[in-house]
């Protein structure tokens, strides 16, 4: 996988609407710090390796439960409420967990990956046409389809791998 290039257009300014190379840090008309360009996902050529699945928790997420995502092999959790949909990636939205210091961009994660929210008592994933795929338990997810995770199930996101429990608060 070779490393990002940047893009080689110039970008506009927020503040005056200069051009500014993308090189500059800083606009040169008004002293407006730039934001770094947008970077594309890599795609990455190869499934990602798995572990048979032998397990498989409950598939019941009641509303008294949080959801806690922990990340192989730093083993680092992150717990969410999901009290509305959240996307999984790169990017600092109000509605997505922004996995950048993961690597999620040496993963191949999108900018918005996938989508976790709830449906009754169930943990529902949707891919959002991630470049390079979502896999739960070991499946391919479909674009833009639902699928229902279970505690304990596992969820890779280009080759970012993690695992989903459940926890009454």
Not at 121 to 145: A, C, E, F, K
């Amino acid at each position: 996988m070779s490393a990002p290039t940047e893009p080689l257009a110039p970008r506009s300014c927020s503040n005056c609407g200069q051009r500014v190379p993308t090189s500059d840090i800083y606009c040169p008309t008004c002293q407006h710090p730039m934001a770094p360009p947008p970077v594309e996902t890599v795609r990455i050529e190869r499934t990602p390796f798995t572990v048979p699945a032998e397990r498989q928790g409950s598939n019941q997420f009641d509303r008294e439960a949080i959801v806690i995502l922990q990340f192989l092999p730093s083993g680092i959790c992150i717990p969410l409420s999901l009290d509305t949909p959240l996307a999984l990636g790169r990017g600092q939205t109000e509605d997505t967990v922004d996995l950048t210091d993961l690597n999620a961009f040496r993963h191949g994660v999108s900018r918005r990956h996938c989508l976790l929210h709830r449906r009754d008592n169930h943990l529902i994933v949707t891919d959002l046409g991630s470049t390079n795929g979502t896999y739960l338990d070991n499946q391919r997810l479909i674009p833009h389809q639902d699928y229902e995770a279970s505690h304990g199930a596992r969820l890779i996101m280009g080759t970012l791998h993690l695992t989903i429990f459940f926890n009454r608060i």
